[in-house]
C-alpha cells in the first residue's frame, strides 16, 4: 500500500508529481492536533494505496503559503500532480478513510 514521507519544499513537487495518490499533511512539531493526527495518518498509509507527506511548515512553509494554508494540520489530497481536496484540523480516522474513498472514488483523472 501506501508509506508515509517526509517532504521538504525542493522535494515537494516531485513528490506530489511522482506519484498517483499523495495526501499531504501540513503539521509543526508544536501542535496538538498535528501529533494526534500523525499515527493515523500511518496507519491509513498501510492500509490505502496512498502516499503521505509530512511537511513541517515550521522548517518548509514555501508550498504551504502557496496553498493558502491558514491552519493546521492541513490535509491536501493531490492525484497525479493535481490538487483535488483539502481540509483543516484533526479528523478521526472513519472520517479520514470515508473522506479519502470519497475523493478517490469520484476521480476522474
Do not use: Y
Request: aromatic share 8%.
Amino acid at each position: 500500500m501506501g508509506e508515509v514521507i517526509s517532504v521538504g519544499d525542493a522535494d515537494f513537487d516531485s513528490t506530489v508529481n511522482g506519484n498517483e495518490w499523495v495526501l499531504v499533511d501540513f503539521w509543526a512539531p508544536w501542535c496538538g492536533p498535528c501529533k494526534a493526527l500523525g499515527p493515523i495518518l500511518e496507519q491509513v498509509a498501510t492500509e490505502m494505496p496512498v502516499t503521505v507527506a509530512k511537511v513541517n511548515t515550521d522548517s518548509d512553509s514555501m508550498n504551504a503559503a502557496r496553498l493558502g494554508v491558514r491552519g493546521i494540520p492541513a490535509l491536501f489530497l493531490f492525484h497525479n500532480g493535481k490538487m483535488v481536496a483539502s481540509q483543516t484540523g484533526m479528523v478521526p480516522k472513519p472520517a479520514l478513510t470515508n473522506w479519502l474513498n470519497q475523493q478517490m472514488s469520484a476521480s476522474d483523472f
